[in-house]
């Protein structure tokens, strides 16, 4: 028998990496915002109606009607195994030259990161992240008790020099090279910036140059209400450095979490190894079923309408409402808009009194990985109806009008 | 820049484990299996016509009702919520008393595995299995590199007294103790045996005394077709030793693919943790509708009928056809019947005939971490109806009788 201190349960049986990572705070104050009554500007959430339920439950017809008993068998049937030329035919279309053996489907974005995040990741490794980045992301990378090292974000997205110099300095140093460098290129959460092409470009080089892979996940990419896409860094990806991350929770769903990962092939291989399980085939079978006949085109292009017109009630209302010495982000798509409060303003501090006043969202420190951002908040448009867009910057203008300092009273 | 030798892809910044796992065999043979033109006894498969495409379709109908713009949100709405009290009161119909904290849902059994695996397995960590035992755990504790000791199966399954001598060895020579014990005890995968209520006392002492953790799996255990059901472990589990791994892929369907854990709360939380993303709201709202109004127990109480009809043809159609010298188990209960050939007779080499003769088997061979069970072989009555079972067995006892070295005319 041996002699191990057992008061802690199973605990000194978990494995070292959980057990060095168990303590991780998550959130702080998620509950109370997602629980509070008020307008929730935190929420990354489509709107509701945005949901397809007719459309999916009459999908769901047309499969038990072509497959009959292959629905729900183990693998599926020809619609399951028709989603990866689904997801194929959908990132040629955006530049990408695949193979549906180059496609690898998920539980969501976030089991895809994690498959990833399982495939490359020992203890010790280092991540390089933007910072901000997406916290769900920052949890994931946690959990496998690597050092994170955050870089700035501009207007063009990733401060892609100050990546090229902090590697130029590891390597002259002799210190660790980053194994994956992660970005959402496009409406960057919770920024809402956009990664310019050129800086594409240099983060490929300097990937081959180094020896990272470059983790590209893409939720919000055709969510664009203004301007031209830039290519996905996986269409101009020419060495198999970039691994891409996608979802179908924004273009058609979260509750049907779906994504993928583009990649080489013999990394997929060893995705398909590690992610045991894979998607359930009703679910894979109901998505081609509903992408048939151009209707995710045409869902696409729907939300584009519904979301433009909350992202433009949200920039409008921000400038009529807001006090002065407040500044924020003016996206080209997706769900967020990034804000600096004035001086002397801590977002986590001045949360309680937003809430009171009718209004969440999330204190930028969620999104780094170190103790920034603490003048910043993401609020989203993505949820709420435009009427209530107004409510909520009208709240949070009021909020932060009572707790600035020194108010001027003429701007 | 590092002069790491690239020219592997991306292999060289793989974690250490998927490189020293990369390499592991998998299923030899499965290709050849899954294509042949042949009666398919080698799939556990459920059998076609007992999928609830209709109800299914309904219950999506209902939860969308219900739910209109919830069912497909993050998070899901009452129903997504509902469906850890569903498992909670079913486990309390069979003496496991939980609560939802002690619930973890996820995609399907194997992801359920792997979620274990992931938050107790080191790389070098002993796991002790059945030997045989299911190909599907074999190959994800595979994935963690860590040693595999299999343990034989008798009439009342796994041989626990093995299993204490070995640990007691183990201890007094200093050796490591297992982490994980993974055992099916009801309608073993493949040998159909079921664990007696002794052994499941005894199993549990010793993972107190040993200080490791019994991962109990049943996916079958609700498939019973005679005889009465021995406590679940997870019920005769005093001080929380036990985790155990369910799903609805056998009482409603595989491609809804949906399990769940059950452990102690803190352990939970960690699986909580460490299985990013969770199980979709919509499958969970879905399977809470489907539950309604005593619609699983029905199905269940169908399914029992359809095995039992299928698993009596297959051991009388054995006991017709089969020349002597072959053995085979007769379970209870779940999908399997395990087959031992004559001497001289080695399942591998014996499949292309046996293909030819008209019928697939799995190959005992594939349910070890070693080199036995090579005149083994494991046949399904789940999937095919009952007069192509007879089909199957014919050509399988045909294969047989074309094999075996020295045939006596009589018998």
């Known amino acids: 028998m041996d002699d191990t201190d057992r008061s802690d349960g199973l605990e000194h049986l978990y494995s070292e990496t959980v057990r060095e990572t168990m303590d991780g705070s998550v959130y702080g104050a998620w509950r109370s915002i997602r629980d509070a009554d008020a307008v929730p500007l935190s929420f990354g959430f489509p709107y509701p109606d945005s949901f397809p339920n007719g459309e999916l439950l009459s999908a769901a017809e047309s499969l038990f009607e072509a497959e009959g008993d292959c629905a729900l068998q183990y693998g599926g049937g020809e619609h399951a195994d028709a989603l990866s030329t689904v997801i194929v035919d959908r990132a040629r279309d955006r530049g990408i030259d695949c193979t549906t053996a180059e496609i690898h ?104 140059t180094y020896d990272f892979v470059i983790l590209e996940d893409d939720p919000y990419g055709q969510l664009r209400y203004d301007g031209a896409e830039p290519p996905p860094i996986k269409a101009l990806d020419g060495s198999g450095r970039a691994v891409r991350v996608n979802t179908f929770s924004k273009t058609i769903a979260p509750g049907i979490r779906t994504g993928w990962i583009v990649a080489e092939e013999s990394t997929i291989e060893q995705f398909d190894r590690v992610n045991a399980g894979g998607e359930p085939s009703f679910t894979r079978g109901l998505i081609t079923s509903y992408a048939a006949d151009g209707r995710l085109e045409r869902a696409v292009d729907k939300l584009c309408v519904g979301y433009e017109e909350r992202r433009d009630r949200m920039l409008e209302s921000l400038e009529t409402r807001m006090p002065p010495g407040t500044t924020w982000s003016e996206p080209d798509g997706g769900f967020f808009v990034w804000v600096e409060f004035p001086e002397g303003i801590d977002a986590e501090e001045l949360l309680p009194d937003a809430i009171d006043a009718g209004v969440t969202y999330l204190p930028g420190s969620f999104f780094y990985a170190d103790d920034r951002g603490t003048r910043r908040a993401r609020i989203s448009f993505s949820h709420v109806s435009p009427p209530e867009i107004d409510e909520g910057i009208e709240a949070l203008a009021s909020a932060v009008r009572a707790a600035t300092p020194t108010v001027e009273a003429d701007d």
Chains 1, 2 share one sequence.
Do not use: K, W
Not at 124 to 150: C, H, K, S, W
């Open 105 to 208: 489907v998920t539980n969501g974005a976030t089991n895809a990161i994690d498959t990833v995040c399982q495939t490359f990741l020992d203890p010790g490794d280092t991540v390089f992240v933007e910072a901000p980045t997406f916290m769900g992301a920052l949890r994931l990378f946690r959990n496998y008790d690597v050092d994170i090292e955050g870089f700035d974000v501009d207007g063009d997205g990733l401060d892609v020099d100050a990546v090229a110099d902090a590697l130029a300095e590891r390597d002259a140093a002799g210190e660790p090279l980053p194994t994956l460098l992660y970005t959402i290129p496009n409406f960057h959460n919770p920024t809402g910036v956009t990664l310019s092409a050129e800086r594409r470009e240099r983060l490929l080089e300097l990937a081959e």
